[in-house]
């Protein structure tokens, strides 16, 4: 069946600025790391990115290694955009990356400008695009100078390739000086892509406090732990979940077992607000406004609505807070 988009796409989602440019992210993101791959299911993918459009997600996230097999998340993107999105083009902001291994040799990974662009030639080519709305560097190279990653960020925008160019897992210090090299030449830095969970809040130790200072947007990922913080794990370890899949090496079933006690009693102060642990996780990583998107993973359309429905209590009251905190130090 063609493709034709809900007329009420718009009521429902909240839109944030991303930081101080003119560019708007939903609340809520869908990434494609996993679930969108070679070894999915088209028809799933479809479905979930035909709801997520349906109920506000403007902004798809890839990256060129994502699958497995790394590629094939972007050729499916290709074939989903060919087939249900491309009327909708500039409905959407496309984002993609590099940084990581991509293919053999000296120039297929990190941060040289010969990496950087013929990896966003080849995505382009892969999503069947003209350009992408924010090309990454996906992470932080320690031996190219950081004038030649933020050159080839800028240059891809002067090419017409992006719109816009951002960051992600750079430290506040690469940060802000990152931030200083692209004003310098005249590419502001759009957006940082961290990570940021309640077990993981490295982005608290001076980062939000830079991309505040800076006017910088702030996408956070993997906002549930990797499915850590929703019901997924409480009954044992599906052997369709992520942490049974053996190449997905970031996320194995020792994560799971040791911080199983606080996910229970987080699913529990969850449950007293009327939320699932999956909404209360999102909607915890918005609780700062210098979050500007909570950038979601789902292998179902039923988790995916389960996430997007986060947005109906976004607010804690301090005790609460207080709460969370106290598990999370048990
Ligand atoms: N910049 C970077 O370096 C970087 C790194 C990692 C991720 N990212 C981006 O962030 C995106 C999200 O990352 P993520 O997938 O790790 O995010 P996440 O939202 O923390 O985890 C998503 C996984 O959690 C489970 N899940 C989601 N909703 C659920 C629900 N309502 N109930 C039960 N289980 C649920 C699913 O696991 P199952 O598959 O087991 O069902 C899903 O695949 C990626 O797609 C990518 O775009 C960026």
């Known amino acids: 069946m063609p493709y034709l988009p809900s007329d ?14 003119g560019l708007k992210l939903p609340a809520i993101s869908l990434g494609w ?4 791959g070679g070894v999915d299911r088209l028809e799933n993918m479809r479905a979930i990115a035909r709801r997520a459009f349906d109920l506000g997600v403007t902004h798809f996230d890839l990256a060129n290694d994502y699958g497995p097999p790394p590629g094939s998340a972007e050729e499916n993107f290709k074939t989903l955009f060919n087939q249900d999105f491309r009327p909708y083009r500039d409905e959407l902001v496309i984002s993609t990356k590099a940084g990581y291994q ?24 892969r999503m069947g695009l003209d350009y992408v709305d924010i090309f990454y560097s996906h992470r932080p190279d320690p031996e190219t100078p950081l004038e030649e990653t933020m050159g080839a960020l800028d240059s891809a925008v002067r090419q017409g390739k992006a719109l816009y160019v951002g960051i992600s897992s750079y430290s506040p210090e690469m ?12 590419t502001p830095l759009l957006i940082h892509q961290p990570s940021y969970n309640m077990f993981d809040r490295w982005i608290e130790g001076g980062l939000l406090d830079v991309l505040s200072g800076e006017g910088i947007g702030c996408i956070v990922f993997s906002p549930l732990a990797q499915g850590q913080l929703t019901d997924r794990y409480l009954g044992g ?12 090496v970031w996320l194995t079933p020792d994560h799971v077992k040791k911080n199983l006690p606080k996910v229970e009693q987080l699913n529990e102060l969850a449950k007293a607000r009327g939320q699932s642990l999956a909404q209360m996780a999102i909607a915890w990583t918005l609780r700062n406004p210098v979050v500007t998107s909570s950038l979601i993973g789902a292998s179902s359309v039923k988790q ?6 986060a947005l109906n209590n976004l607010k804690f009251s301090d005790e609460e807070l207080g709460r969370i905190e106290e598990i999370l130090k048990s």
């Not at 009420?8 to 440019?21: A, E, K, L, Q, W």
């Open 8 to 21: 009420s796409r718009y009521d429902s989602m909240t839109y944030n600025r991303v930081g101080r440019s």
């Open 102 to 125: 991509m293919w053999k040799g000296p120039y297929g990974e990190w941060g040289s400008r010969k990496y950087l662009l013929a990896s966003l030639d080849q995505s382009l080519k």
């Open 304 to 309: 995916l609505e389960d996430n997007l429905a």
């Open 237 to 248: 370890i599906p052997s369709d979940a992520r942490a049974s899949k053996t190449e997905r």
């Open 175 to 186: 940060t802000r000086e990152a931030a200083r090299i692209l004003r310098e030449m005249g």
């Open 33 to 36: 790391w996993y679930n969108f």
